[in-house]
Every structure is written in structure tokens, then in C-alpha cells.
Nanobody, 124 residues
Framework: QVQLVESGGGLVQAGGSLRLSCAASGRPFSRYAMGWFRQAPGKEREFVAAISWRGGRTDSPDSVKGRFTISRDNAKNTVYLQMNSLKPEDTAVYYC?????????????????WGQGTQVTVSA
């Protein structure tokens, strides 16, 4: 089992920045690829970013590329999501997830463990 706890969400004005953190406990963190997803009210959960278990590979969709950066610190069992140039359409609950089976998972079904989420609200 892996437990994931997100933090760092909040209310920010458009153009601002936030850094989300996800602290992991349980099985060795370095064995898992990690990802961030988000879900807005009435919408499906969507992929935001993923990082391989050593941190050498990352991926993100065009909607956030150049604005969001995923990173990890295996010594601290933590993955981060730096979000810059935030837009109102980035408003959502952001979830951290861990995958034991894929090197760079992009889909929700590839992840084994999920956090409870942290709310990010971007005002216009």
C-alpha cells in the first residue's frame, strides 16, 4: 500500500503561481512512477503531468505544457507540481497518483494509488 497526501492548493488570481506537493508513505516511493490529474465539476478526471520513477522522463498535455512542471525528490518521498501563469480554466481538484506498472503512465487506469485531492481555484 502507498498513502498519498496532497497539499499546496488554494485560491490564486489569474497569472499567479502555486506549487502542489504530494507526500508518499508506505512502499518505497522510488519504485513508482507518479502523476498529477485534475477534475473540475461536471467533467472527467484529466491527465496533467507524469514523471518516471527516477525523474528522468516527464510528460504533460499541451494545455499545461510550458506552464506546469512536475518534479520529484525521492529522498523526501515527495512529488511536486509547479504551476505558473494560472488561468481560470485550471480551477479543479488536483490529485496525485502512483503507478507500479508503467514507466510513464498517462491514463487514470494505469495508476494504482490516489490521494484525496487538493482544491485549486483561479480567479479571473
Amino acid at each position: 500500500q502507498v498513502q498519498l497526501v496532497e497539499s499546496g492548493g488554494g485560491l490564486v488570481q489569474a497569472g499567479g503561481s502555486l506549487r502542489l506537493s504530494c507526500a508518499a508513505s508506505g512502499r518505497p516511493f522510488s519504485r513508482y512512477a507518479m502523476g498529477w490529474f485534475r477534475q473540475a465539476p461536471g467533467k472527467e478526471r484529466e491527465f496533467v503531468a507524469a514523471i518516471s520513477w527516477r525523474g528522468g522522463r516527464t510528460d504533460s498535455p499541451d494545455s499545461v505544457k510550458g506552464r506546469f512542471t512536475i518534479s520529484r525528490d525521492n529522498a523526501k518521498n515527495t512529488v511536486y507540481l509547479q504551476m505558473n501563469s494560472l488561468k481560470p480554466e485550471d480551477t479543479a481538484v488536483y490529485y496525485c497518483a502512483a503507478s507500479s506498472g508503467s514507466s510513464l503512465p498517462l491514463r487514470t487506469g494505469e495508476y494504482d494509488y490516489w490521494g484525496q485531492g487538493t482544491q485549486v481555484t483561479v480567479s479571473a
